[in-house]
């Protein structure tokens, strides 16, 4: 993918459908990755909106950000929505109430909203079907609210509710794998992304929409303001936890597994986490902890996709 | 005029929803209204409705998805009970906010704990303040009728508010009724086809569900708070055009040998039929006594309830909920509110019984008349009684 950043400007699309004048904090690379969401996806999208950061940045009534139909109805129910909006328009075309055409149902939603208090109805759609696509915008924490721990904040980082303290340092808890709980559900489609990886998140995002049945897929979405960073760090941060292997880029089509980034050799998790001041306390102890499993991780993940010796 | 037959009151209500052509049904089942998910079900894969039915993981589901499926303009139906409705209670005051008209049946049960599967009104009683316009059906003809009756107070683009009906579990939804289904034709004079004011679509792109600051959210609300109001006179527009129709008609507040009485019954749901019974005994021992049914409990007719009792000096209200820690039950606390400023306030004795199923006589009323106007003449009609608890 390396050499299309060359012509990253000329190859994506100049429409804007997730408007400037939002109220996202600066060097939000998860409004970045809302933006290429909706640019990848076009205009022909209803988008299902869980409760959020970028529910609350988009839409503060009477304004929107929004130049595609939205709708946000509560916290953890955005697989649900989008569910509703699938089947709703399904049926509506097939008894000739709308013009047959490919609308896609988008149903979005933090890490909180997907994989903690939005887990059962993204199970729930999954498994019945719909042809739609979540993607989960994972900032790591409930940033919205003050940065406090969900099951997707990694271990070691220092919260507002896993804070580091004199006994205990930081989130206890490895973080919740829910693009692997996705694709346990054996639907067609389910991917990593990140925005600093930019073509490869939109050629994911359209082949998820494009898949026929429900498509996941998983974008680590930097959190300058939680992750205690400087705004203009966000796309170097994002590539540091795919080149340390912390956050590989990999898809599921149809439970063929496929690593979209192989480097040649994992850069240390050092790397990654130094610049990061939700990790500023942790011991060389716990450092070395976070790279055995990444290393483990990483090979299993390698053994999926069929690239083990 | 289609024929009356003998049915489960729960196949009627979905027979309803069929002749009504629904297009999404969300549901997820809880007794007693699994029957009317069962039979919705049945029609839909059967090819009998063409409708998309989705069979969630939970209640919360269940209205999520729906509000999906009204926003881009498709007739929903959902149902549900007790447990069912409290976990889907979140949602339950986002749908009327969000002006989504769906039709919702609620086979009314008690609340837990204990766990009871059986019939009373605390569940409709906890989600009163959400927004919907609420109903009490009294019988199966009557939850046939209300269904279609709801879509089209519901998507009346003077309305666009989403519309309950209650229907008592187990006593309604489970019995064999009489039950006469309009011919689809009649139904679809009545009830034309679903034609949002706006939608969710590509072409015209809207945002739904914004927050409001401050600065904006007392106006939203009293925007809601008019809306639900001001459907008063569709309300019962649609009930006169239903009776047009169907030849049945309702009003918002129903009366039962009411005319001159001293003492009334004030009853929801369908208590009202027993209460009937009691009064025609009554009436042959020469006890005086009428029947007020509340219909339409929200919007409140507050008009049409003074001037149905204005007669009366008592005012007997039958509760099938608690209000732990407050005045009395529900209802008679309302009652009570409604009649505050009124020159002759007539004496109102709240009881509360036939929770969580517990059966309730002709025998129970007769004894409750005695009982309330015993408080009168002592000055203790304040005090509401838990009918027939054992102490």
Redesign the interface.
């Known amino acids: 993918m390396e050499p299309l950043n060359v012509y990253a400007a000329r190859l994506i699309t100049t429409k804007e459908y997730f408007t400037p004048g939002h109220r996202a904090c600066q060097g939000c690379a998860e409004a970045l990755a809302v933006r290429l969401v909706a640019k990848a996806l076009g205009?022909?999208?209803?988008v299902?909106a869980a409760t959020g950061c970028m529910?609350?940045v988009s839409?503060?009534?009477?304004?929107?950000a929004?130049?595609?139909?939205?709708?946000?109805?509560?916290f953890?129910?955005a697989?649900?929505?989008?569910?509703?909006?699938?089947?709703?328009?399904?049926?509506?075309m097939?008894?000739g109430?709308?013009p047959k055409k490919k609308?896609y149902s988008l149903a979005m939603a933090g890490d909180g909203g997907t994989s903690d208090i939005g887990l059962?109805?993204l199970?729930?759609?999954l498994?019945?079907g719909h042809n739609m696509l979540f993607v989960c915008y994972d900032n790591e924490a409930y940033m919205n609210t003050g940065i406090q721990r969900s099951s997707s904040t990694p271990y070691g980082a220092a919260t507002t509710t896993s804070p580091a303290g004199k006994v205990i340092k930081g989130q206890t808890t490895w973080k919740k794998n829910v693009a692997e709980i996705a694709a346990a559900h054996s639907i067609p489609y389910v991917a990593t992304a990140c925005p600093s990886y930019p073509f490869d998140l939109m050629k994911k995002v359209k082949k998820g929409a494009e898949a026929d049945g429900p498509a996941y897929i998983h974008i680590l979405s930097v959190c300058p303001t939680g992750w205690r960073i400087p705004p203009d760090l966000s796309i170097r941060i994002g590539r540091l936890a795919v080149e340390t292997g912390i956050f590989p880029l990999y898809e599921v089509e149809n439970g063929k597994y496929n690593i979209n980034f192989v480097p040649e050799k994992l850069r240390p998790v050092e790397d990654y986490l130094k610049p990061q001041g939700r990790f500023r306390h942790l011991t060389p102890e716990m450092i070395e902890k976070i790279q055995n499993r990444v290393n483990k991780e990483w090979e299993k993940l390698k053994a999926k996709a069929g690239l083990c010796e | 005029m289609g024929k009356r037959v003998g049915m489960e009151v729960s196949i009627g209500a979905a027979e309803a929803v069929k002749l009504a052509r629904a297009?999404?049904i969300?549901a997820y089942p809880i007794t007693p209204q699994t029957h009317i998910v069962e039979h919705l079900s049945e029609l839909v894969n059967n090819g009998e409705l063409?409708?998309?039915f989705?069979?969630?993981?939970?209640e919360?589901?269940a209205m999520?998805?729906?509000?999906?499926?009204?926003?881009?303009?498709?007739r929903?139906f959902t149902c549900t009970s007790s447990q069912g409705m409290a976990l889907m209670n979140?949602?339950l005051f986002?749908v009327p906010a969000?002006r989504l008209p769906i039709v919702m049946i609620l086979a009314n049960r008690s609340l837990s704990s204990p766990l009871s599967i059986w019939n009373d009104h605390s569940d409709i009683m906890s989600i009163r303040d959400t927004g919907w316009i609420q109903l009490f059906a009294e019988n199966g003809q009557e939850v046939v009728d209300h269904v279609l009756f709801a879509f089209k107070v519901a998507e009346n683009p003077n309305v666009l508010l989403p519309v309950m009906i209650n229907m008592d579990g187990f006593i309604l939804s489970h019995v064999i009724e009489p039950i006469e289904l309009p011919d689809q034709d009649v139904v679809d004079k009545f009830l034309p086809?679903y034609n949002p004011v706006q939608r969710?679509?590509?072409d015209h792109?809207?945002?739904?569900?914004?927050?409001?600051?401050p600065d904006?959210f007392t106006e939203?609300k009293k925007a809601q708070e008019e809306a639900i109001k001001s459907s008063f006179p569709y309300i019962i527009k649609a009930w006169d055009e239903l009776g047009n129709t169907i030849g049945r008609y309702y009003n918002p507040i129903e009366k039962y040998k009411s005319e001159g009485k001293k003492i009334l019954f004030i009853t929801m749901g369908s208590f009202g039929e027993t209460v009937m019974t009691a009064i025609d005994m009554m009436e042959e021992k020469g006890i005086d006594v009428g029947l007020i049914r509340i219909r339409l409990w929200r919007p409140f007719p507050e008009k049409e309830f003074l001037d149905a009792i204005k007669d009366a000096d008592i005012l007997i209200v039958i509760d099938r909920a608690i209000t732990f820690g407050g005045m009395a039950g529900p209802v008679t606390t309302e009652i009570r509110s409604v009649l505050y400023h009124e020159e002759n306030m007539p004496a109102v004795v709240g009881f509360i019984c036939g929770l969580a199923g517990r059966d309730v006589t002709p025998k129970d009323y007769e004894r409750m008349v005695e009982i309330a106007k015993e408080k009168v003449k002592k000055g203790k009609e304040k005090e509401y009684e838990i009918y027939g608890v054992r102490e």
């Open positions: 205009r022909d999208v209803i299902s529910e609350i839409s503060n009534l009477p304004y929107t929004w130049k595609v139909p939205w709708i946000h109805v509560a953890e129910n697989a649900a929505v989008a569910s509703g909006v699938e089947a709703g328009l399904k049926v509506l097939r008894k109430k709308l609308i059962q109805a199970s729930g759609a498994e019945r | 297009e999404c969300a063409d409708a998309e989705i069979p969630v993981e939970s919360h589901s999520s998805v729906c509000c999906g499926c009204s926003a881009v303009g498709a929903t979140e949602i986002i969000m086809p969710l679509h590509p792109p809207i945002t739904m569900g914004a927050f409001a600051i904006l939203t």
